[in-house]
């Protein structure tokens, strides 16, 4: 089992920024990489950001690209999503999740355990 902790969700104005934290506990030596994604009211989860822990290769959506940015700390299990220039559009709850497989990191499918959610709200 995987715990996944996220953290630094709220509310901010459009054009501000937030951090989203998410500390993995557990047996975490079966996570290849960690990804968030959103979930929007009425939506489906959708894809945010994705990287390796070993490589730190990233993986990004295309609504995000060049405002966002994912980044990971190996000592402390924890991966950061720094995100800038928020719109009314990025307001979701954002899920961290971890997974066990080299391909396909976009996929919901391919990630093996879920945080609980942080809630981001962005004002216009």
């Known amino acids: 089992q995987v715990q996944l902790v996220e953290s630094g969700g709220g509310l901010v104005q459009a054009g501000g920024s937030l951090r989203l934290s998410c500390a993995a506990s557990?047996?975490?030596?079966?996570?290849?990489?960690m990804g968030w994604f959103r979930q929007a009211p009425g939506k489906e989860r959708e894809f945010v950001a994705a990287?390796?822990?070993?490589?730190?290769?990233?993986y990004y959506a295309d609504s995000v690209k060049g405002r966002f940015t994912i980044s990971r700390e190996n000592a402390k299990m924890t991966v950061y999503l720094q995100m800038n220039s928020l719109k009314p559009e990025d307001t979701a709850d954002y899920y961290c999740?971890?997974?066990?497989?080299?391909?396909?990191?976009?996929?919901?499918?391919?990630?093996?355990?879920w945080g609980q959610g942080t809630q981001v709200t962005v004002s216009s």
């Open positions: 999740a971890t997974s066990s497989s080299w391909n396909g990191l976009s996929s919901t499918r391919q990630y093996d355990y």
């Open positions: 557990g047996r975490t030596f079966s996570s290849y990489a």
């Open positions: 990287i390796r822990w070993s490589t730190g290769t990233t």
